[in-house]
């Protein structure tokens, strides 16, 4: 079942009103990352203004989801299987990708069966579990999002009504609109398999055989054909002997034939064909006497026969295979962040405030700095077929007109100087807790580094600059040099840099952004409407932090840890706990596949994985071993706790105390980044680029996917730069297009797990977020060459008028002086305007041919929407080349792979296409 978006609030309100001391408390699962981790906050804050008692468990993949499912969720069902009375069970971030019933609930077809054969009163009952999905990730499992075990009062076609009264359980899909705006192909097709029997071509082939005792007649099959569609009767008279005659497997072959007319008419009537009248009238001319004659009706058409029927239930069957294989095959990309789902909960019920809209904010900056995000963009485009908007810049827009609605400028920043270009760094006074729009440049942690280091640690800038080599550098020192900013002065903390300097410096930066390659560095100066401005909070005179930094110190917190067991102990805590079950391996669109077809098996599938090998050493888990996976989500979650909080270890205190841990982590991106690009290391394949890191200081740091996949973007962003620069805009040889430009995009990133021997592979694919344009060395030096040759002709026709302009004022003058008038003061202010209107034609020329160089010269670096196939493509390499592979990452991009099978592993991903 889903839920429509403008009825998140009704089933909350169905929550609040139901809900009693008796009931269990509210079971929230969650995923590890900083969308979802927003999204708890925001969900816990109401249910505690609620009073409505809960639970948060944190699960880092489909292992610890289904373990949660068998420890907490299974004992809450009623009836068999059960001795609870039923509850509620949200899962944020998570269980989108696959059918929740069965990971959670554990029931299987068996199960379902059994609750078909009960009566009436017991189906309407139900197992009593109601599971909330809240998930971003995409594709949906269409099993969550149509499917039902039972039919319910209140869903059409799974669509939850307005009168929809809970209690029974279910899997409820909260849906952000793509559903119902986007799905209803796919909704058909499911709708149409759902209720439509098995057919296969051995049923046709089957079909045409001859009964036994009949004798096959040449020539006959067409009109066995068109008999076929006779009674019984009819077919027994055909029949040589009545000893042939078997009444119960006649009976058994009408009962098997009932299902398929179901949505036939009945033996041959045929089915009304005008759209007036009685419809009745045409099942009362058929029992009619044939003798009758009934000269102004036209002739029947002729009934198709079974066969022809049998055929076109079986090409629409094909048809919708076809069309939910598309769907699953298309790839995965990501939609609303869930953080922006529960804000509009809280917005529908009447809660909105800035606490709420702060972990809003925080929560969609934080999918904006992943490269999943890139696939973030609508599919559809307007008719002059360019790229729709991304779907992150709305949200973003519509959280700027929540800022300004919800923190109104004071009468205190009001008379204060206004200087719109300068980023805030302290608050206005020691009570001010709002939030504000910030120009914030492309920087890292810029607030809590010295300037050098921010732009030194900034992926953006980074990889235009070429920072791996000492080249990069010096265009690095180059650039501040003309900006007015000294080497001593940019390695101050921000905070202690010159005052004019803080003041000026997006305005130092724009001003030479397009000769570094640097477009999009800083945003626009669009003061009014103030467009891909960034949000900044103050905590009183306590600190001052935007929303990416916030996000960045809490991504920091899950994948590396603690800063003082980090500044204490090895990076090996990046690690994840060794002694986690590793027994499940989610085939998961293989499955969903399955279940489509009907063959789904009665247990969870395991796919080979790395601990098919014996080699683990784990059979005896000690209690010892910390917990990273708990530990580290409620230290992030405690990070996240609002301003009020008087604890010294929550809030702001906790982000201030694990800056270092981010500085960290992107010094090594820096470190290990470089060293793949200097090295030379980033071989190309058919389909993708790969790296491997099998040493290095800060190997044991990126074993953490969510690391992991941060290096990726830094690499696969230094990469296509130095693509671009070198092709000047031309597409690779074979690359087909759109597609094959994304495809030389994707990225395949491996590190080495020495400890358990295998390898932490990503694959990122479709490209950079998009922002600003790389141009090639040839583009910037025509350009330079063009600005040159421009401003050489602004200067002649400059001198032109000015030798024009003193020739007319000489004649004037003379006129002037042989008629014995004075001189004229208003001719004087013509010539003056004249020679202002020359030169803003100029500046107008200047700007249009800047316009259409930029509409024409640099490489665009997304064309359009890319999906991430590597998930397919993971799941199609372990089915034909049986390599030892464990996914359970809710980001099916993301796999371990056995030491010894890497190389097969690789080469058999070379060959699929990883981009959709």
Same mark, same amino acid.
């Given at each position: 079942?889903?839920?429509?978006?403008?009825?998140?609030?009704?089933?909350?309100?169905?929550?609040?009103?139901?809900?009693?001391?008796?009931?269990?408390?509210?079971?929230?699962?969650?995923?590890?990352?900083?969308?979802?981790?927003?999204?708890?906050?925001?969900?816990?804050?109401?249910?505690?203004?609620?009073?409505?008692?809960?639970?948060?468990?944190?699960? !880092?993949?489909?292992?610890?989801?289904?373990?949660?499912?068998?420890?907490?969720?299974?004992?809450?069902?009623? =009836?068999?299987?059960?001795?609870?009375?039923?509850?509620?069970?949200?899962?944020? $971030?998570?269980?989108?990708?696959?059918?929740? @019933? %069965?990971?959670?609930?554990?029931?299987?077809?068996?199960?379902?069966?059994?609750?078909?054969?009960?009566?009436?009163?017991?189906?309407?009952?139900?197992?009593?579990?109601?599971?909330?999905?809240?998930?971003?990730?995409?594709?949906?499992?269409?099993?969550?999002?149509?499917?039902?075990?039972?039919?319910?009062?209140?869903?059409?076609?799974?669509?939850?009504?307005?009168?929809?009264?809970?209690?029974?359980?279910?899997?409820?899909?909260?849906?952000?609109?793509?559903?119902? /705006?986007?799905?209803?192909?796919?909704?058909?097709?499911?709708?149409?398999?759902?209720?439509?029997?098995?057919?296969?071509?051995?049923?046709?082939?089957?079909?045409?055989?001859?009964?036994?005792?009949?004798?096959?007649?040449?020539?006959?099959?067409?009109?066995?054909?068109?008999?076929?569609? !006779?009674?019984?009767?009819?077919?027994?008279?055909?029949?040589?002997?009545?000893?042939?005659?078997?009444?119960?497997?006649?009976?058994?072959?009408?009962?098997?034939?009932?299902?398929?007319?179901?949505?036939?008419?009945?033996?041959?009537?045929?089915?009304?064909?005008?759209? $007036?009248?009685?419809?009745?009238?045409?099942?009362?001319?058929?029992?009619?006497?044939?003798?009758?004659?009934?000269?102004?009706?036209?002739?029947?058409?002729?009934?198709?026969?079974?066969?022809?029927?049998?055929?076109?239930?079986?090409?629409?069957?094909?048809?919708?295979?076809?069309?939910?294989?598309?769907?699953?095959?298309?790839?995965?990309?990501?939609?609303?962040?869930?953080?922006?789902?529960?804000?509009?909960?809280?917005?529908?019920?009447?809660?909105?405030?800035?606490?709420?809209?702060?972990?809003?904010?925080?929560?969609?900056?934080?999918?904006?700095?992943?490269?999943?995000?890139?696939?973030?963009?609508?599919?559809?485009?307007?008719?002059?077929?360019?790229?729709?908007?991304?779907? &992150?810049?709305?949200?973003?827009?519509?959280?700027?007109?929540?800022?300004?609605?919800?923190?109104?400028?004071?009468?205190?920043?009001?008379?204060?100087?206004?200087?719109?270009?300068?980023?805030?760094?302290?608050?206005?006074?020691?009570?001010?807790?709002?939030?504000?729009?910030?120009?914030?440049?492309?920087?890292?942690?810029?607030?809590?580094?010295?300037?050098?280091?921010?732009?030194?640690?900034?992926?953006?800038?980074?990889?235009?600059?070429?920072?791996?080599?000492?080249?990069?550098?010096?265009?690095?020192?180059?650039?501040?040099?003309?900006?007015?900013?000294?080497?001593?002065?940019?390695?101050?903390?921000?905070?202690?840099?010159?005052?004019?300097?803080?003041?000026?410096?997006?305005?130092?930066?724009?001003? *030479?952004?397009?000769?570094?390659?640097?477009?999009?560095?800083?945003?626009?100066?669009?003061?009014? =409407?103030?467009?891909?401005?960034?949000?900044?909070? !103050?905590?009183?005179?306590?600190?001052?932090?935007?929303?990416?930094?916030?996000?960045?110190?809490?991504?920091?917190?899950?994948?590396?840890?603690? @800063?003082?067991?980090?500044?204490?102990?090895?990076?090996?805590?990046?690690?994840?706990?060794?002694?986690? #079950?590793?027994?499940?391996?989610?085939?998961?669109?293989?499955?969903?596949?399955?279940?489509?077809?009907?063959?789904?098996?009665?247990?969870?599938?395991?796919?080979?994985?790395?601990?098919?090998?014996?080699?683990?050493?784990?059979?005896?888990?000690?209690?010892?071993?910390?917990?990273?996976?708990?530990?580290?989500? *409620?230290?992030?979650?405690?990070? &996240?706790?609002?301003?009020?909080?008087?604890?010294?270890?929550?809030?702001?205190?906790?982000?201030?105390?694990?800056?270092?841990?981010?500085?960290?982590?992107?010094?090594?991106?820096?470190?290990?980044?470089?060293?793949?690009?200097?090295?030379?290391?980033?071989?190309?394949?058919?389909? *993708?680029?790969?790296?491997?890191?099998? %040493?290095?200081?800060?190997?044991?740091?990126?074993?953490?996917?969510?690391?992991?996949?941060?290096?990726?973007?830094?690499?696969?962003?230094?990469?296509?730069?130095?693509?671009?620069?070198?092709?000047?805009?031309?597409?690779?040889?074979?690359?087909?297009?759109?597609?094959?430009?994304?495809? %030389?995009?994707?990225?395949?990133?491996?590190?080495?797990?020495?400890?358990?021997?295998?390898?932490?592979?990503?694959?990122?694919?479709?490209?950079?977020? $998009?922002?600003?344009?790389?141009?090639?060395?040839?583009?910037?030096?025509? #350009?330079?060459?063009?600005?040159?040759?421009?401003?050489?002709?602004?200067?002649?026709?400059?001198?032109?008028?000015?030798?024009?302009?003193?020739?007319?004022?000489?004649? /004037?003058?003379?006129?002037?002086?042989?008629?014995?008038?004075?001189?004229?003061?208003?001719?004087?202010? %013509?010539?003056?305007?004249?020679?202002?209107?020359?030169?803003?034609?100029? @500046?107008?020329?200047?700007?249009?041919?800047?316009?259409?160089?930029?509409?024409?010269?640099?490489?665009? #670096?997304?064309?359009?929407?890319?999906?991430?196939?590597?998930?397919?493509?993971?799941?199609?390499?372990?089915?034909?080349?049986?390599?030892?592979?464990?996914?359970?990452? *809710?980001?099916?991009?993301?796999?371990?792979? #056995?030491?010894?099978?890497?190389? =097969?592993?690789?080469?058999?991903?070379?060959?699929?296409?990883?981009?959709?």
């Amino acid at each position: 079942m889903y839920l429509p978006r403008q009825q998140l609030s009704n089933l909350y309100t169905h929550l609040t009103s139901t809900h009693n001391a008796t009931n269990p408390p509210l079971l929230i699962l969650t995923a590890l990352t900083v969308d979802a981790l927003c999204a708890v906050r925001i969900l816990t804050a109401l249910l505690k203004r609620d009073f409505i008692p809960h639970t948060v468990v944190p699960v !880092s993949g489909y292992a610890d989801l289904q373990d949660a499912g068998e420890r907490l969720v299974q004992p809450l069902k009623r =009836g068999a299987g059960g001795a609870g009375d039923g509850g509620r069970v949200v899962c944020i $971030g998570c269980g989108g990708g696959v059918d929740l @019933s %069965e990971l959670l609930l554990g029931l299987t077809e068996e199960d379902e069966a059994e609750q078909e054969s009960l009566d009436l009163a017991a189906q309407q009952q139900g197992h009593g579990v109601e599971i909330w999905v809240i998930d971003a990730r995409r594709p949906w499992n269409l099993e969550n999002v149509f499917g039902n075990g039972f039919e319910a009062e209140g869903v059409k076609e799974g669509r939850i009504l307005e009168h929809y009264q809970g209690g029974r359980g279910g899997v409820i899909v909260w849906d952000d609109g793509d559903i119902e /705006r986007e799905m209803d192909e796919v909704k058909e097709a499911w709708m149409g398999l759902r209720d439509m029997p098995e057919i296969t071509e051995d049923d046709i082939a089957l079909g045409n055989a001859p009964e036994d005792g009949e004798d096959a007649v040449p020539g006959d099959d067409e009109r066995a054909d068109d008999a076929e569609l !006779s009674s019984s009767q009819g077919k027994r008279k055909r029949s040589h002997s009545p000893d042939d005659h078997d009444p119960e497997a006649e009976n058994s072959d009408v009962d098997d034939e009932r299902p398929s007319r179901r949505r036939r008419s009945n033996s041959g009537t045929p089915i009304p064909s005008s759209p $007036g009248g009685n419809p009745m009238s045409n099942q009362l001319a058929a029992t009619a006497s044939p003798s009758a004659p009934v000269p102004s009706s036209p002739p029947a058409p002729k009934a198709p026969s079974l066969k022809q029927q049998k055929k076109d239930l079986l090409r629409l069957r094909r048809r919708h295979e076809a069309t939910l294989q598309k769907y699953y095959d298309s790839g995965s990309w990501t939609a609303d962040p869930v953080s922006i789902m529960l804000y509009s909960l809280a917005e529908d019920l009447g809660r909105d405030d800035n606490e709420l809209l702060w972990l809003a904010i925080v929560g969609v900056e934080s999918v904006a700095l992943s490269p999943f995000a890139s696939s973030n963009t609508s599919k559809s485009s307007d008719e002059g077929g360019r790229r729709s908007a991304n779907r &992150l810049d709305i949200v973003k827009s519509l959280l700027r007109d929540e800022v300004r609605r919800l923190n109104p400028p004071s009468l205190h920043s009001q008379s204060q100087p206004d200087y719109p270009d300068t980023i805030p760094t302290q608050a206005r006074s020691a009570t001010d807790t709002s939030i504000r729009l910030s120009p914030e440049p492309r920087f890292l942690l810029i607030r809590h580094w010295s300037l050098y280091d921010s732009m030194l640690h900034s992926t953006y800038l980074s990889t235009r600059l070429h920072i791996w080599s000492e080249s990069g550098r010096k265009r690095l020192h180059k650039l501040l040099a003309k900006m007015g900013i000294s080497l001593s002065e940019a390695q101050k903390g921000y905070v202690h840099l010159d005052l004019e300097i803080k003041r000026s410096l997006n305005q130092r930066l724009s001003r *030479f952004a397009e000769q570094y390659n640097l477009d999009g560095l800083v945003p626009g100066t669009d003061y009014e =409407g103030k467009t891909a401005w960034g949000f900044v909070r !103050s905590w009183g005179w306590r600190g001052t932090l935007s929303a990416v930094d916030v996000a960045t110190v809490v991504s920091a917190i899950l994948e590396v840890g603690p @800063s003082e067991h980090f500044a204490s102990s090895d990076l090996t805590l990046g690690k994840y706990d060794p002694n986690r #079950r590793e027994t499940f391996s989610a085939s998961l669109l293989h499955r969903t596949r399955q279940a489509q077809q009907g063959t789904t098996p009665s247990g969870l599938p395991s796919p080979p994985h790395s601990s098919d090998d014996n080699n683990n050493n784990h059979t005896n888990p000690s209690d010892e071993t910390p917990d990273y996976t708990t530990t580290r989500f *409620f230290l992030a979650l405690d990070s &996240l706790s609002p301003s009020t909080a008087s604890h010294t270890t929550a809030g702001l205190p906790a982000l201030l105390h694990h800056l270092p841990v981010a500085q960290t982590l992107a010094r090594a991106i820096l470190r290990t980044g470089s060293h793949l690009i200097s090295k030379k290391q980033i071989r190309h394949l058919r389909s *993708f680029r790969m790296g491997v890191v099998r %040493e290095g200081p800060d190997l044991g740091l990126f074993v953490h996917p969510g690391a992991l996949v941060k290096l990726g973007r830094w690499v696969g962003e230094a990469v296509g730069v130095l693509e671009a620069e070198k092709n000047g805009g031309r597409k690779r040889e074979g690359g087909g297009g759109k597609k094959g430009e994304e495809e %030389e995009e994707a990225l395949v990133l491996a590190v080495l797990d020495e400890a358990r021997g295998v390898y932490v592979v990503v694959g990122l694919g479709g490209g950079s977020d $998009g922002v600003g344009r790389v141009r090639s060395r040839r583009e910037i030096r025509e #350009r330079e060459e063009r600005r040159q040759r421009r401003g050489v002709e602004k200067a002649e026709r400059k001198a032109e008028r000015g030798r024009v302009r003193e020739e007319r004022r000489r004649l /004037r003058q003379e006129m002037r002086e042989a008629n014995g008038d004075l001189e004229s003061e208003d001719e004087d202010e %013509e010539e003056e305007e004249e020679e202002s209107s020359g030169s803003e034609s100029d @500046s107008s020329e200047d700007d249009s041919d800047e316009e259409l160089e930029g509409e024409e010269g640099g490489v665009g #670096r997304r064309k359009g929407p890319a999906r991430n196939r590597f998930g397919q493509a993971f799941q199609e390499v372990v089915e034909e080349t049986g390599a030892r592979v464990r996914i359970d990452s *809710f980001e099916h991009s993301v796999v371990e792979v #056995r030491k010894e099978d890497l190389a =097969g592993f690789l080469e058999g991903l070379s060959l699929k296409s990883v981009v959709g």
